[in-house]
């Protein structure tokens, strides 16, 4: 597994734009702040995040996870190949308790990105995000606790949850264990 450059493109998107940290931080919600610290790749943000980001500059989220221009009209990805989003951090600077590997990175223009979440802590904080678009979620192993709106709910292994994701939302372990999860995102 190797990690994409997330930091370098929403870098390049930006000066692009001719837009300051800044100006981008006002747009998306986010600080000055936690803009540099992903354009540097010092944190990975979550997928909620690089959500708005992708929206403020009008390009899908997946370019985020492309490794070059090429058009592919199928992919196929080994296990090994697939790609690492470690070290998830919240708006706030702390740490998420989870990591995502995307499933798909050569496919350009996708309507859905798919990722294997894994939750491997239990999560100190339990902020909500919303985005664009709609989710589903596999629970593929352990037990899991959704943060929807106002409810929790509980799945257990093999269970899942289909929702628009402009609803507040948390994916959390329900008893601190490992849990994976497939999550397929669209925008």
Known sequence: ????????????????????LQAVARETGF??????????NNVSPPIATLSKIAKFFDVKIGIFFTEDEEEYRYEVVRKEERKMIPRVISRAGTNQGYSYESLSFRKQNKKMEPFLLTVSEKAMEENTYSHDGEEFLFVMKG????LLEDERITLH???C??????????????????VKVLAVVTR
């Open 157 to 159: 292994e093999e269970d």
């Open 1 to 20: 597994m190797t990690d994409y450059n997330i930091g370098a493109k929403i870098k390049r998107l930006r000066l692009a734009k001719k837009l300051t």
């Open 161 to 178: 949850v289909y929702f628009d994701s402009s609803l507040r939302h948390r994916l959390l372990s329900k008893d601190g264990n490992e």
């Open 31 to 40: 600080s000055p702040a936690l803009i540099s610290q992903i354009e540097n």
């Open 143 to 146: 037990t899991a606790e959704l």
